[in-house]
């Protein structure tokens, strides 16, 4: 463990405005992806964040468990793998080969969990019976609805709002069977086009995605994590009702310390989605330019603020790198070589520390490098 901190100014991680103190160990939890298609620089900017807030702990001591999921049981990749004729189990397990591949590229470190719904369902049975137990859930019919209609207080939504998310997120709020439109389902009965299911207490079905998550949190980490991680769209419903199940089934809050959830980007002014065919591929920018450029075009500003992908900011980042390795030949120690991890730990502010490195050069630009990534 590296004991510089011992002797140094006090050395705590700041996110959102919030001071997080960690103590040795930190369990991250990152919402990872549903296999049904090429990764996109929406995807790749939340996973690289969550990369740099990783490495950022790890240089200052901590020993950081990693868990990313893979959402293998979900409606969009059945439709996905009907479209195209083939087993959704094939087309989840090449589009998780292509999606680990272009992370490896990118230096996402690998997560030390990869969990996938399809491994845990035995614990989404186990949660489901831990919310009726709290009267937390109910059952209607072989599947059980858990009592989330408060958790879009978690959030600043309003309740008409949340319940245009909840559509949005395939959440049925006009599912009459539900006692109110934003409770969800925790374990779902197997309808007439339903292609998998499992047996359970309830009769045959499938999990709820936030379910999924919940389930394998608490099954890798026991009654919560301290940092949980994923794109800014997955605040509601995803994460809120992830947090109200645990908090429900457990008793124990708050479910996730810390939340990074990155900046959702954009193209000409819309959102990068699949759904609405506005995508940048990941593979498609590394033909052209290097991985340190993609991780600093994502990295270099503030993590949580949206923002719009332009081909000329790419330039921009390649521009931007070429000066930090000019700045990191500089010889010397100067002071700026602690200031920048000190900089990144103060609510990830990779712009202070790229200044920071840009002007003092030497050791400073050459820890930002190693330290992001970046070469
Ligand atoms: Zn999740």
């Known amino acids: 463990m590296n004991q510089a901190h011992l002797t140094g100014p006090p050395m705590r991680l700041r996110l959102g405005g919030q001071v997080l103190p960690m103590v040795g160990r930190v369990r991250m939890y990152v919402c990872g992806i549903t296999p049904y298609d090429v990764t996109h620089l929406g995807h ?5 964040w ?7 702990l790890r240089w200052h001591g901590h020993n950081v468990t990693v868990a990313r999921n893979v959402t293998d049981v979900d409606d969009v990749l059945f439709a996905e793998a009907r479209r195209r004729g083939a087993a959704h189990t094939m087309l989840a397990t090449l589009q998780r080969a292509s999606f680990e591949s272009t992370m ?3 230096q996402v470190r690998r997560p030390d969990h990869s969990p996938s719904a399809a491994q845990h369902i035995g614990h989404v049975v ?3 019976s831990a919310l009726l137990d709290r009267d937390a859930a109910y059952e209607r019919g072989g599947t059980v609805y858990a009592r989330t209609s408060e958790a879009y207080r978690r959030t600043a939504l309003d309740h008409a709002t949340a319940v245009e998310r909840a559509e ?5 709020p006009e599912d009459d069977e539900k006692d109110d439109p ?13 292609e998998v299911s499992w047996p359970s207490p309830w009769g045959d079905g499938r999990p709820g995605w936030h379910a999924e998550c919940t389930a394998m949190v608490l099954a890798l980490f026991g009654s919560g994590v301290d940092l949980h991680c994923g794109g800014a769209d997955l605040e509601f419903p995803h994460h809120a009702c992830e947090a109200a199940l645990a908090e429900a089934a457990t008793g124990v809050t708050p479910f996730a310390r810390g939340w990074l959830r990155a900046g959702l980007v954009s193209i000409d002014g819309a959102k990068m989605a699949k759904s609405t065919g506005n995508l940048v591929l990941v593979e498609d920018l590394l033909r052209e330019h290097s991985p340190g450029a993609v991780r600093l075009l994502c990295l270099n500003r503030p993590w949580a603020r949206p923002w719009q992908y332009e081909p000329g900011l790419l330039d921009d980042a390649e521009a931007t790198l070429e000066q930090l390795y000019a ?17 990144l ?3 990830l502010d990779v712009p202070r520390a790229v200044a920071i490195a840009l002007e003092d050069g030497g050791q400073a630009a050459r820890t930002l490098i190693e330290l992001l990534a970046l070469s």
Request: proline share 7%.
């Open 44 to 48: 790749a900017t939340t996973y690289i």
């Open 50 to 56: 969550a990369d740099a807030a990783e490495r950022i």
């Open 104 to 106: 490896a590229t990118l």
């Open 126 to 128: 186990q949660l489901a």
């Open 168 to 172: 949005e997120f395939h959440d049925a």
């Open 182 to 194: 934003l409770d969800i389902a925790v374990w779902q009965a197997t309808g007439p086009d339903d």
């Open 327 to 343: 700045a990191a030949a500089k010889p010397g120690m100067q002071p700026g070589a602690a200031a920048v991890p000190a900089a």
């Open 345 to 347: 730990l103060d609510d």
